[in-house]
C-alpha cells in the first residue's frame, strides 16, 4: 500500500506488514503448529497464532488446511510417522513388538497433544499403522490366527492409554516438582484412612514411589503377550 507524500508523490509506508517470501506449502505449515504445539500447548494453536508464526495470512493456511483438527491430524501423523520410521522392519518378533510400543510411547510423552488427538480420533491412519505394525508381528511370535485381532486390539488400546496417560500424568506437576515424593505422598494417601486397609497397597508403597514409568509401561505389553500367546482349549 503506498502513502501520498506532501508534494503529491507516491510512496510506499515507513513500516511494511512482514510476509513470507517463500511458498507456503503444508508441510511448512505442519511443522510450525508443531512447533507452537510443544512449546505452548494445544490451546495456543489458533490459525491466527500460526499466521504470525509463520509471517503470513489466514487464508494461505487455509488454502493447505481445512481447519485446526485437520492440522491437528496431520501434526499427529507427522510426529508419529518419524517415530515409527526409526523402528526396524526385521528382527525377533516379541522385541519387534516391544520396540513399536515404546516408540509411540515415547513420542506421546514428547508430544503429550498428539496422544489426547489420537484418544479422540481413534480412527486416525496413524492408529491404523500401529495396529499393522503390531499385528504383523503376531503370527510369527506363534499367536494363533482367531486370536490374532483381538491380541492387536488389545496391545493397541494398552498402548495409546497408557502412554497417553503417562504423558497427561507428567504435565500435570509443577516444573520441579520432586517425583518420588510426589509419589510416595499418593501412597500415603491412599491408605491413611484405615491403617488395616488395602494391604495390598501398603506392600507395595515403595514400589510406587519408586517406578520407573517406561518399564513398568513395557510389563505390560509383555503380559498381554504372554496370555495371546497361550492357545485357547476348547
Not at 36 to 65: C, K, M, N, P, Q
Not at 160 to 185: K, S
Request: net charge negative; charged share 25%; with cysteine.
Amino acid at each position: 500500500m503506498f502513502q501520498l507524500c506532501h508534494d503529491g508523490r507516491m510512496s510506499k509506508p515507513a513500516h511494511p506488514t512482514a510476509r513470507r517470501a517463500d511458498a507456503l506449502s503444508k508441510a511448512r505449515i505442519v511443522e510450525a503448529a508443531i512447533e507452537i504445539l510443544d512449546a505452548r500447548g494445544e490451546a495456543a494453536l489458533t490459525f491466527r497464532a500460526l499466521a504470525t508464526h509463520l509471517a503470513t495470512g489466514s487464508g494461505a493456511i487455509y488454502w493447505h488446511v481445512a481447519d485446526r483438527n485437520d492440522l491437528l491430524a496431520a501434526a499427529t501423523e507427522n510426529v508419529l510417522a518419524r517415530a515409527l520410521m526409526k523402528v526396524a522392519r526385521e528382527g525377533e518378533p516379541r522385541a519387534a513388538i516391544r520396540a513399536v510400543a515404546l516408540a509411540v510411547f515415547d513420542v506421546i510423552d514428547a508430544h503429550p497433544w498428539a496422544g489426547a488427538h489420537l484418544s479422540r480420533e481413534p480412527w486416525h491412519s496413524g492408529v491404523g499403522e500401529i495396529f499393522e505394525r503390531i499385528g504383523g508381528w503376531l503370527e510369527p511370535l506363534g499367536v494363533p490366527i482367531d486370536a490374532q485381532f483381538d491380541c492387536a486390539s488389545a496391545l493397541t488400546n494398552y498402548i495409546l492409554g497408557v502412554a497417553g496417560q503417562n504423558a497427561a500424568n507428567a504435565r500435570t506437576l509443577p516444573d520441579g516438582t520432586d517425583r518420588e515424593a510426589w509419589l510416595e505422598a499418593v501412597g500415603k494417601r491412599w491408605i491413611e484412612d484405615d491403617p488395616e486397609s488395602r494391604p495390598f497397597l501398603r506392600q507395595m508403597a515403595a514400589q510406587l514411589s519408586e517406578h520407573d514409568d517406561r518399564q513398568q509401561f513395557i510389563a505390560g505389553v509383555d503380559f498381554i503377550l504372554a496370555g495371546a500367546c497361550i492357545r485357547r482349549i476348547a
